[in-house]
């Protein structure tokens, strides 16, 4: 087993452990600590269920143990992708008590997906609940299993069929382990995939827990907020800006919201008095339409987050009068750097920028093309570094070398300019993904699959505006033979065991697509002169 690591040079160490942010704090030391202090205080609220932070810590140590009687060793890997319910919390706790390393999947995502994630890390288990939203895990789980025998358990919460229930695991009689060095990995979330297939991201104790702690300090979070999870929990945003750990780290109540529709988050908002929350601009829409005829009481809110994708400043400037709380624009990649406005900001700047970074210490750099600073107030590409910002993903040397500088700085990919107080707006991306609601899509992993079909030639997937979802994607596709219909083309990319985001929205098919004299053209600028033509014959409101 490829062993899990994430270092910063030592001096660069050194100087982020005096300056407070990494102070030794573990994933489960830290919740172990709150329910010391508090025992009674309600933790987590999900359906009928309410547990204190007592029965939260006894809960995932009854796991730990259960994890344990498999015969799993600290180290191992063990895919969760669990929606949002209370044994969320339990389960992943519980990997932590026991120094197993959870891996971060979405609810949506299939088969290919999985078995990615469960390749790379090398996963030893997978846990997952029996269904949600009419899908059953258990198929999709045996699909899995079926490709990968090293997967040895698949562990169900709800009606396990040939699985193990996690139920019926041990509770006791197994011994846990110490806990480990706060420098140690702690689990590994997924990057949105903006080349190729998703990546793995290691997080450390450390890093981790400082960037909730101090994004929970900047949203203001205590023991009277709480805090809602409208977005699935296992994404980076709501799981750590300030998200449910930041919630926790703060001794807040988390309220888990199984669906952002605004009908079930706001009779959610009224029920449990809400104080924050956060979601995607196309909910953010959504949510601002349906306040005006509510019959909800949803004067509790006092802050909606927005972030995972660019929300246009007149849409922005709207959600005061409409949702009657203070904006925060949440501009953050599970790679590290977060940026958020504050509360306290003038209106301006929380309408016009998607804010700054959370540390001093967080290195911002903008560069042109060439790696050269741009002039303050130009856009450049971001790149950045920092006591939260990782500096390899996990088994991809090929990743690394494009997605890292020599010394050390995370190139985003994104376009961004930067004010003189510091606060970054977000003008583009350089990359080729697709940024669909906040879900990222990279265009060469579909344009992969789309090629996979008999009477696919050649396809090239670009986005294109959408009023609504910010993005959509768009497949232009030359056929060879009969053209399929773009139904059956659409349901085949589904067949292949994608998560649904990225079958394409649109299938628009060309004869030919352009080259130079030489016959030659690099798939970027190919993406780019479709995406320009489409746009050109067919106007669209952005
Ligand atoms: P990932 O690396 O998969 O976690 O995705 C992070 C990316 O999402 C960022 O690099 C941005 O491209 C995009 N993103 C996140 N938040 C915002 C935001 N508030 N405005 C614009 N883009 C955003
Ligand atoms: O889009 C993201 O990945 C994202 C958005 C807001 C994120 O990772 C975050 C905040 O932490």
């Not at 140590?61 to 600290?74: D, I, Q, R, T, Y």
């Not at 382990?177 to 990057?191: G, K, N, R, T, Y």
Request: net charge negative.
């Amino acid at each position: 087993m490829l062993e899990l690591k994430q270092s910063w040079p030592d001096d660069l160490a050194a100087q982020y452990r005096a300056a407070g942010y990494w102070r030794g704090e573990t994933m489960f030391g830290f919740l172990r600590d709150r329910a010391l202090r508090a025992p009674d205080t309600i933790a987590v609220v999900g359906g009928p269920i309410r547990w204190t932070y007592g029965e939260l810590v006894k809960r995932a140590e009854a796991h730990a143990a259960g994890f344990l009687s498999l015969g799993l060793v600290p180290g191992e890997r063990v895919i969760v992708q669990l929606p949002n319910i209370p044994e969320f919390l339990s389960v992943v706790f519980g990997l932590f008590r026991a120094r197993l390393v959870p891996v971060f999947a979405l609810p949506a995502h299939r088969a290919t997906e999985i078995a990615h994630f469960a390749l790379k890390a090398e996963a030893s288990a997978y846990v997952v609940a029996e269904r949600h939203e009419d899908f059953d895990y258990r198929v999709l789980a045996r699909e899995v299993r079926s490709q990968l025998p090293a997967l040895r358990h698949v562990v169900v919460i709800g009606e396990a069929q040939e699985f193990t229930p996690l139920d019926a695991l041990p509770t006791e009689g197994v011994p846990l382990p110490p806990d480990p060095p706060s420098s140690d990995v702690a689990f590994l979330q997924i990057s949105g995939g903006s080349t190729g297939l998703s990546k793995l991201i290691p997080r450390t104790h450390d890093d981790y827990i400082y960037s909730f702690r101090a994004s929970a300090e900047i949203c203001g979070l205590g023991e009277a907020s709480v805090y809602m999870a409208a977005l699935p929990v296992a994404h980076n945003f709501p799981m750590s800006s300030p998200g449910i750990f930041g919630a926790l780290h703060a001794g807040s109540r988390i309220i888990l919201c199984p669906s952002p529709s605004p009908e079930t988050a706001f009779a959610l908002v009224e029920k449990e008095r809400v104080t924050i929350t956060g979601v995607v601009p196309p909910l953010a829409l959504l949510w601002m339409q349906a306040a005006a005829t509510t019959g909800h009481d949803i004067s509790s809110l006092k802050v909606l987050q927005v972030g995972g994708a660019k929300f246009a400043p007149e849409a922005a400037a709207r959600v005061r009068a409409t949702l009657g709380c203070t904006l925060q624009q949440v501009f953050g990649m599970a790679e590290g750097l977060v940026n958020y406005t504050r509360l306290d900001d003038p209106e301006e700047v929380i309408v016009q920028t998607q804010g700054r970074a959370i540390s001093p210490d967080d290195e911002i750099l903008i560069v042109d093309d060439l790696g050269r600073p741009v002039v303050e107030g130009e856009p450049g590409l971001l790149l950045t570094r920092g006591p939260y910002t990782i500096r390899a993903y996990h088994n991809d040397a090929a990743a690394n070398g494009r997605s890292f500088t020599p010394d050390g700085y995370y190139r985003t990919g994104d376009i961004v300019s930067k004010t003189t107080d510091g606060y970054l707006i977000v003008r583009g991306r350089a990359g080729d993904h697709i940024n669909r609601a906040g879900e990222k899509i990279s265009a060469e992993e579909i344009e992969d699959h789309l090629l996979a079909h008999p009477a696919v030639f050649d396809a090239a997937v670009v986005s294109i505006p959408d009023p609504y979802l910010g993005e959509r994607s768009c497949a232009f596709v030359i056929s060879k033979g009969e053209k399929p219909k773009t139904i059956a083309l659409k349901a085949f990319v589904r067949g292949r065991g994608l998560a649904e985001f990225k079958v394409p929205d649109q299938i628009v098919f060309v004869e030919r697509f352009e080259t130079t004299a030489v016959g030659k053209v690099s798939r970027k600028t190919l993406r780019q002169n479709l995406r320009e033509q489409f746009l050109k014959q067919t106007p669209v409101e952005a």
